[in-house]
């Protein structure tokens, strides 16, 4: 996926171990410490399901809340389906065949006016887009290098060892792992917590770029920064997408 045909897309591909792990909260936080560093960062959800654009609920509309983003919520989802199902089906009962290209296309205005993209999946690498291709065909065709969020709790190894090896299998460049604290209650009874992010590096060889906390709900965009940037290494972020140190 090139911007003018020559120079690459200086992308991320923000995929999960499952679906609400974390992937929304932990795209947001990425992209605004480097808009607070002063990287024209943008964020790009090539196709979401679940809500409609207007409820405030889709990832769209909250990645731009999060952000503080200035850009319309269907210019950063242009595929919004409102059934709580896969893309795939949820775009069938729309009467919409999702294909590659179309999504991808989709995306230029974005690819055009951002120094460097933040992607969120749907869902983990092997959810349906349509009948021959999956998320991971996706990653695969945009060329470029994925992020796994992961939950921080018991179950995470295998999750992201499993992620991690069907990236790998399509030869998909992986950046590292982040863990996200989902359930504030779930992490605080889970003895696991301590042990998963040196298990996940010694077993998948990947390594574990942060642990991000649980936050309130009603996050202010200061503390939302100040987290991102004490949680998660950016440094490495900022070399894949070819940010230059200030
Ligand atoms: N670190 C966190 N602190 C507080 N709440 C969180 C945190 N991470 C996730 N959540 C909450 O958990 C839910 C799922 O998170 P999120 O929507 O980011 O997951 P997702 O992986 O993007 O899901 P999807 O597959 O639907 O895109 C949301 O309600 C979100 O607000
Ligand atoms: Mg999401």
Not at 67 to 90: R, S
Not at 121 to 142: F, K, M, Q, R, S
Not at 143 to 148: C, D, S, V
Not at 154 to 182: E, K, Y
Request: glycine share 8%; proline share 7%; net charge negative.
């Amino acid at each position: 996926m090139n911007k003018d045909n020559e120079e690459p897309m200086r992308g991320l591909f923000i995929t999960g171990t499952d679906t609400g792990v974390g992937k929304t909260m932990v795209t947001a936080a990425i992209a605004a410490a480097l808009r607070a560093d002063g990287c024209q960062a943008g964020v790009w959800k090539p196709v979401q399901s679940g809500a409609g654009l207007g409820s405030g609920e889709t990832d769209a509309e909250r990645l731009l809340q999060l952000t503080g983003i200035k850009e319309q919520p269907d210019t950063v989802a242009p595929y919004t389906f409102e059934a709580p199902l896969a893309p795939m089906l949820a775009a069938r009962l729309a009467g919409v065949t999702l294909t590659l290209q179309e999504l991808i296309a989709a995306g230029k205005p974005l690819i055009e006016r951002y120094d460097a993209l933040l992607i969120e999946g749907a869902g983990g690498v092997a959810v349906p887009l349509n009948d021959d291709a999956l998320i991971v065909d996706l990653i695969a065709e945009l060329q470029i290098p994925a992020l796994i969020v992961a939950r921080s709790g018991l179950g995470t190894i295998n999750h992201t060892i499993l992620t991690a090896a069907f990236l790998s299998q399509h030869r998909i460049p992986i950046l590292g792992v982040i863990l996200n604290d989902c359930d504030d209650q779930d992490i605080q009874n889970d003895p696991s917590v301590v042990t998963n992010a040196e298990l996940i590096e010694q077993y998948s060889g990947l390594p574990v770029l942060g642990r991000f906390p649980f936050l309130p709900a009603e996050v202010h965009t200061d503390l939302f920064i100040h987290t991102a940037r004490k949680s998660i290494q950016l440094a490495p972020i900022k070399k894949a997408l070819k940010i230059v140190p200030r």
